[in-house]
């Protein structure tokens, strides 16, 4: 059973930065994807970023280009989302999740499984 951990979230002042972790475990495909997915109050969720575990290839939506930074550790089985230049607008529930086929896309019924979620509030 796959298993997607998120933790790192909390409250952060704008122009600041924080870093979301992602521990993932019980894969039992030898490549997968990972995406961080964020849903504001009031709004549907939508794709931040995607990374495949087969060749470390990387997306972004447009609203976060040159701010955020997806990265993995295979070793330790978790992604990372550095996320710099925090907007009020970035205040949203940020979830990870997997796609088992590492499609490389930021479609959410690509992906399989899905963590807990974690807060994620910028203000002054």
């Known amino acids: 059973q796959v298993q997607l951990v998120e933790s790192g979230g909390g409250l952060v002042q704008p122009g600041g930065s924080l870093r979301l972790s992602c521990a993932a475990s019980g894969f039992t495909e030898d490549y997968y994807g990972i995406g961080w997915f964020r849903q504001a109050p009031g709004k549907e969720r939508e794709g931040v970023s995607c990374?495949?575990?087969?060749?470390?290839?990387?997306d972004y939506a447009d609203s976060v280009k040159g701010r955020f930074t997806i990265s993995m550790d295979d070793a330790k089985n978790t992604v990372y989302l550095e996320m710099n230049s925090l907007k009020a607008e970035d205040t949203a529930v940020y979830y990870c999740?997997?796609?088992?086929?590492?499609?490389?896309?930021?479609?959410?019924?690509?992906?399989?499984?899905w963590g807990q979620g974690t807060q994620v509030t910028v203000s002054s």
């Open positions: 999740a997997a796609d088992l086929h590492s499609t490389g896309l930021l479609i959410e019924g690509l992906y399989n499984y």
């Open positions: 990374i495949s575990s087969i060749d470390g290839r990387t």
